[in-house]
């Protein structure tokens, strides 16, 4: 028996700085686009944790360190407590295959001149051991079954199949090695949504039959709660909030988090009722220029000299320590609150 709570990757302060240059044969440091900036946290066995937030907030750039695509410009990632990026040759390898990506467009993340058995496959060019010579058309097949799609399809194209279908095989490659971590970069962002909730389904079901662990990427809350253990909420690089499905959709305390979901539409017209709407004013700022101290305040309502002049960590704020309680979760706002308690007090 596996230990739920064990962290089977733990992700520590983690900065991508894409350096901005100027000139071109003398090329210059002008500064850098701080993509992410400090992110830490645990991805457990077993679980699914959501991580949202808007567009240009950093989750691809977390994702693609997640699986070695991007090197960290420092922190760690560290996988059974080795640390991913600064392994080689072998001891690589063999994380590489234990953690894949599924990514966001399912009709140019697959090459449209190879057969799907061939895309499904390419996983085993890299990993023979995995599918020794004769076994590979059968495993393919194997794997059309279990993400739904008819065997006898391995031939085909990926321009004979619809939006969802492609992205099952872009799951099926995923799974081809086995892996135990998957990171998923918006898998249902480009699908109708109708077909969104399908693959979800399908996900979940392959969670429980294959023990994955997910880091599932969204930037819409409401596709996040269905399939979450845990939600991290992602602002201009660093964390926000971090919580149960509880703490964050009943009782968020990081006035960003309070925004996103009172921009979710809400079923039950009492519960409407009892939640303010929040309109935020001003554009997200450049991760290029981020703003002093909490990167939230330029649009933040209870914002206060202390917001800009110093940096609110990823912790259970210092007043909320012994409340116990869903309120008691880490938040990087040093006036967090429980929009419940405080009377819905945002404009
Ligand atoms: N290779 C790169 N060089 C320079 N800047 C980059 C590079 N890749 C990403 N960025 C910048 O880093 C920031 C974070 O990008 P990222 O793609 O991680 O955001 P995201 O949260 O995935 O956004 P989206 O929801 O649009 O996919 C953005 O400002 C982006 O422009
Ligand atoms: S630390 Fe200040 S600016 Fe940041 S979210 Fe909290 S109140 Fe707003
Ligand atoms: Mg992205």
């Not at 895309?119 to 058309?137: F, L, Q, T």
């Not at 971090?242 to 009943?250: A, H, K, S, V």
């Not at 539409?265 to 409407?272: F, G, I, L, N, S």
């Amino acid at each position: 028996m596996t230990d739920p709570s064990e962290a089977i990757l733990q992700v520590r302060d983690l900065v991508k700085h894409y350096p901005l240059t100027q000139g071109i044969i003398f090329r210059k440091h002008v500064g850098a686009v701080q993509a992410v900036d400090g992110v830490s946290f645990d991805l457990n066995r077993g679980e699914t944790l959501g991580i949202v937030g808007e567009s240009g907030c950093g989750k691809s750039t977390v994702a693609k360190m997640l699986v070695n695509l991007e090197q960290p410009t420092s922190g760690q990632i560290l996988y059974k407590g080795d640390d991913i990026s600064k392994l080689s040759g072998r001891a690589l390898r063999a994380v590489r295959r234990n953690i894949q990506m599924v990514f966001q467009d399912p009709y140019t993340s697959l090459n449209p001149r190879m057969t799907v058995g061939d895309i499904i496959g390419e996983p085993y060019d890299i990993h023979p051991e995995v599918a020794p010579k004769g076994s590979r058309r059968a495993k393919v097949q194997e794997l059309l079954d279990v993400v739904g799609l008819n065997p006898e399809y391995i031939n085909r194209y990926p321009h004979q199949f619809s939006g969802g279908q492609r992205q099952r095989i872009g799951i099926a490659r995923g799974l081809a090695l086995r892996p135990e971590i998957i990171v998923a970069d918006e898998p249902v962002s480009a699908l109708d949504v109708s077909v969104q909730a399908q693959v979800v389904n399908l996900l979940e079901r392959l969670q429980d039959e294959f023990g994955l662990s997910y880091a599932f990427i969204a930037h819409d809350l409401s596709v996040v709660r269905h399939i979450s253990d845990r939600v991290a909420v992602m602002y201009l690089g660093r964390l926000a909030e971090l919580g149960t499905d509880t703490e964050i959709y009943d009782h968020p305390t990081h006035p960003y988090t309070q925004a996103l979901l009172s921009a979710v539409p809400v079923p039950d017209p009492e519960a409407r009722e009892g939640r303010a709407r929040i309109i935020l004013s001003g554009d997200v700022p450049s991760p290029a220029d981020p703003p002093s101290g909490c990167r939230f305040r330029t649009r933040c309502w209870k914002a206060q000299a202390r917001c800009a002049a110093e940096v609110p960590q990823l912790a259970v704020p210092e007043h909320l320590v012994g409340a116990g309680g869903p309120v008691e979760h880490p938040s990087a706002c040093f006036f967090a609150e429980d929009m419940a308690a405080a009377g819905h007090s945002a404009p």
